[in-house]
């Protein structure tokens, strides 16, 4: 399959999580890569599948490339597109090997306020610029992000975990992926499994119109695993987040995201 993504596309917001956008890395142009092309890698913070929504400061993001298990030298440098809102980059492949383009939103602090309103920074800082507003959650967030690019059934690295905080691991090889396939997935939190966990699939172009569309929602089960069906081709993502009791002091929630994006031919 060989088209680009243009505007327009699921939305995958939960309104509990409406102050924090996703963040997600996907290729341009969807198709097999071939040695010495170089692939355009957009990263989106933003509530819409394939839309972007935001321009946070390019320092919070970092993308970069794992090839074998391993993270191919630094992290890429992003270019900010103001008109489509979202940061692009660049990554010439040597072959045709299997890679996994990681996208991550760095780990960051902000309060949600009684009122609704919210505000970015720690608890004691967000109070002292906002004398007249009451802090109902302080809330620490981090975000992760990966796409499998140019998968192989003979790849032996796709389910190696990459040590996020939140993961969601293939159990299935991403290159057996087809419609009415059923692939797995194992969600690992600090490397376990996480088990009973809602997380929820979806499709570019499926319901787009239509605010907290998911094709698919499910729970994972007691090994933190869970199946999904492929109805249709094409782009697809999958999408948990987990929120719990703050490891940091005066913060109430750790609240992380974990999304895999992967294409369907």
Not at 137 to 159: E, G, H
Not at 205 to 211: M, V
Not at 219 to 238: M, N, Q, S, Y
Request: charged share 25%; glycine share 6%; with cysteine.
């Amino acid at each position: 399959m060989n088209r680009l993504f243009l505007l327009g596309a699921a939305v995958f917001s939960l309104a509990a999580h409406l102050p924090a956008h996703e963040f997600f890395v996907m290729p341009q142009e969807v198709k097999a890569y071939r040695a010495g092309d170089t692939v355009q890698i957009n990263a989106l913070s933003t509530h819409y599948f394939t839309v972007g929504e935001e321009l946070e400061p390019v320092e919070v993001n970092e993308v970069y490339v794992v090839k074998n298990g391993t993270k191919v030298g630094n992290n890429l440098l992003l270019k900010a597109n103001p008109d489509k809102l979202w940061y692009e980059t660049t990554y010439r492949l040597t072959d045709t090997s299997p890679v996994i383009v990681v996208g991550n939103r760095k780990g960051d602090f902000y309060c949600l306020f009684t009122n609704g309103d919210y505000a970015d920074g720690k608890r004691a800082d967000v109070a002292a610029a906002n004398p007249g507003k009451t802090i109902g959650t302080a809330r620490y967030f981090a975000k992760y992000s990966k796409y499998y690019l140019n998968p192989d059934t003979k790849d032996t690295t796709f389910d190696k975990p990459l040590g996020h905080t939140l993961e969601i691991i293939p159990i299935d090889n991403p290159a057996n992926y087809k419609k009415g396939f059923k692939p797995r997935f194992k969600v690992l939190f600090n490397g376990q499994p996480l088990a009973n966990a809602d997380i929820a699939a979806t499709y570019d172009y499926y319901n787009y119109k239509t605010a907290n569309a998911y094709a698919q929602t499910q729970k994972t089960d007691a090994k933190g695993e869970v199946r999904f069906t492929i109805t249709d081709p094409g782009v697809w993502l999958v999408r948990i987040s987990d929120t719990r009791k703050s490891q940091y002091p005066d913060t109430d929630e750790d609240n992380n995201s974990a999304i895999v994006v992967f294409t369907v031919r």
